[in-house]
Structures are given as structure tokens and as C-alpha cells.
């Protein structure tokens, strides 16, 4: 990492609150990253940060494993801002005292600006904020005054009148208002960060980076046709040019036109080093009598990793291997709570005794950042837009067995899905929105003829992260030309339903 670069590092303690706060800080344009609570200080301060700031959190401070950070976060001078639990663990960690089995206050309240000046300099007296105040304070620590406050909660902001800061509402909550104004105050007049962090300023730094790294030897890359590896390859690609080989496998599992597109857009469109292999018919003969949905997804991860390995090997002499992997990546391998419900094999899911060194230039970034550095290095807006696609593609669509047959039909399908949904103007407002082949054939009836044929399912979704999601309420007229047009241009389907599931308990994917 480049050292002059401002970093503000936020201390995770639990929840979502971290990664909102980081959202807040990067869209202010200054560079941020996550740290687990308990980093040493050694660890944090290796990192220069210009300030720190304390999450907030699930936990009950008052619990004997109550989750708390080193002490010498509040000792330096560092500029130091306590949201929430963090304020809780600030104000007990100097000397305050909490009282204990009170009931906080939780959600939106007016908030009374009491001291205007630095955290709430150029905010209004009066704002409504999300309350978070769990913790509730008995009395602060020494050399602590009241900043702000509300009905209940009479030490909602605090700060020591030199580097401590704590709020017992969320700053980062689009709830409070001008919440992200606060966050900025925070950073730019109490921390004196600058707001230099731009997709511009950091392709810049990453170029120079990888030029530095790589030299003049060789790189390859799985390109998918997904944001994150288009973004990673072609930002690779500005540092080292045709030193860059990228590697596309066509596994026969992807949408209508993909595979012609990928080639048209980093082959002839940007001129990059790729090679294209066509292993289709490789992947349906591995997957011929197939129906268990966790043995298609190995099936077609070994068989990536075999493909991509015999191109690779006749490359020559290959040093490093660039992945698209992105900050909500790093941050998700770093928690061991989550269970696995189905295994994620991503396209570039390389398996690690792989001799190559990695480059992962999107690794600090979250998947919006990503998008506008695409779109600053010039990828169009449609390929950075794009849904999420699963690696398995097709085949985690087509329910048991996979064969061509189905795989033609539900690909016509998915097109007309897809297609409608973008002339109806909503395809970037879902997470997702594709077309399955549940194998259930039903009785029909077209021209006067009976039909025993496909029933296609539609899915729609809309998520944050495609952790959750509720099923879309598309509009009826929006389905029903969906339906229409399905039942009318594809051969072998007479029926169209919707899927009305929400996640959970179903997942987005059928399989
Ligand atoms: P589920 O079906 O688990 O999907 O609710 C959540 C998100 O993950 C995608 N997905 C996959 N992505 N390999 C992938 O790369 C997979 O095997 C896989 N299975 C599901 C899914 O499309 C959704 O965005």
C-alpha cells in the first residue's frame, strides 16, 4: 500500500455498523479500512492511521466477555471517534461508570446540539438522530463535557475538548440526519484528513503498484465476464499491457450471447491479451447425470480449474495470477460464524497451491468502488452494472440434470427476462431478476392443439448484499408480457409462474 495514503482505521464490534461507518468514510473520499477490535496496537498503529473510530455493536458492555479494544487507542493523539457501543467501552475504559439493567434508548429522537463547535460545527441545534444509546452512562470520565443530548439520554455526544469523541447515536444511519456530515466533521476539522480517496487517485496508485510488482514478467487472469475480474484485469491490463493474459473459459453454462461478448469487448474493443477456450462440451459431458446440485457445483469448479491449468501451462513461464476479489470478500473470510448453506465456487475460485503470486488490485475496494473504477477505466456501464451471475451459471438454474437441450430453452427465456426488465427501467433497482428451468412438464394448449411442455419459473429479487431479499413486486403488465412473449418465442415452454418466495426461507437460487 502506497504510503502516502491518509488511512482512518474503524475497530469492528459486531453488527453492520463497521461497514456502514466505512461506506460513510469512503464516500467522503478518505481511504479506511476494518480492523477486529482486539487488534494489538502495535498492529494499528503500523498502519499510520490519521484517526480511529469505534464501531458500534450488538454487545451489552456490562457482560463479563464484553468485546474490547486495546487500551492505547485512547491514550495517543490520534483523533479517536466512539459511536455507540464504542462510546460505552470508551467512557468505562477512562474512568466513567455505566449503570447497569437500564433501558436505553434505542431509534430515532431529537437530538439537542448543546456545544456546536467541531463535531457539529455548521449543523442545525436540533436534528433527528438514530439512537443507540444501550449503554446508559451514569457519569463521564474526567475532562469529558456534554456535546449533545436528547430527552432521555443526557450524554448522547461527548468529547474531552482535545482527541476523544463518542456519540451515542449512528452517524452512519441515513436515519440521522446529516449524519454524514458529522462523519466529515469528524475526519476533516478534528482529524485533518484530506479527501484525496478517488476511483482516479487510486487507479493511478494501483498502476504504479502492479508495474512495480510485476515488471516485465507475465500475468494471467480467469476472466468471467463479471464486474469484479473485468474491473481487476483491465486495471491489470492499463499497468502491464499484453503481459497480461486472460484466460476465459466458455463452460457452456452462460447466458445467451455472453461468451461472443466477453470476446468483443476485451479482445476487439480493448485490445487486450485473451484467450478464449471453448470448453463447453467438456462441462456437459462431466455433468451428464448429474442431478445433486452440490455435486454439479464441484463438477464445474474441478473442471475450471483443469481447463484454465492446461492453458496456463502452455503459457511458459507465468509468475502471477490476478483475482478479482473485493473488500466484502476479505472482510466475509475474516468472520468464522458463517455457515455454510451452499458452497460459492466463483469462476476464479483457484485452489491455493497454485505456484503463482496473487495480485488483487480490487481487494480494498466495495463493490460500488469497484463499479466506478470500471467506469473510470472505461468499461461501459451495461458490463458494470451487471447482476451477480453464480460461477455454476446455468446449471444451478436448471434444475436435476443438465443437458443442451434445457440449457437452449431456459437461455431464450432468461433473454426475454432480462430484456424486459431493462426496458421497464428496473433491472439495476433489483439484485437480481433470471429465468429457471424447474424440469416440470405440464399440459398446454397452443392453436388448438394440446401441449405437454416446459414451465418456466421467473425470479425477482431485491437485496442489499443477497444475503437477504424479498421477492420484487414486479408489476402485472411487466409479467405478463414476460409470460407472453416466453410462451410465444420459445419453443418448449407453455407456462410461465412467478416465484413469490422471499430469503429466507427460500434462497435466490433454486439449486
Ligand atoms: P443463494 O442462492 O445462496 O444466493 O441465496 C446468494 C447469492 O449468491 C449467488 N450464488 C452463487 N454464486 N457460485 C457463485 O459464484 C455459486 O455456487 C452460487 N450460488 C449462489 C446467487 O446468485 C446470489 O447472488
Redesign the pocket.
Known sequence: MSQTRETVIILDFGGSSAQMVARRVREAQVYCELLPYKTPWEKIIEKKPKAIILSGGPSDINTENAPICDKKVFESNIPVLAIGYGMGLMVKTLGGALKSGCEGELGPAELIIDRGEALFQGIDTQITAFMDASDCIAFLPEGFEVLAHTNKTPFAAIGNGKNLYGVQFRPEKPSTLAGSDILKNFLFSIAGCRNTWSAKAFIQEQIDLIKKQVGDKKAICALSGGVDSSVAALLVHKAIGDNLICIFVDNGLLRKNEAENVVKTFKDKLNMNLIAVDASSRFLNKLKGVTEPERK?KIIGEEFIRVFEEEAAKLGKIDFLVQGTVYSDVIESGTSSNVA???????GGLPEDLEFKLIEPLRELFKDEVRKVGVELGLSEELVYRQ?????GLA?RVLGEVTKEKLDILREADFIVTEEIKKAGLYRDL??AFAILPGVQSVGVKGGMRTYTHTIAIRAITSED??T?RWARLPYELLDTISTRITREVEGVNRVVYDITS?PPA???WE
Open positions: 457445483r448453506v451452499k458452497s460459492h465456487h466463483n469462476v451477480p451471475f453464480p460461477g455454476p444451478v439484485w437480481q443477497g444475503m431479499g430469503k434462497t435466490i437460487e
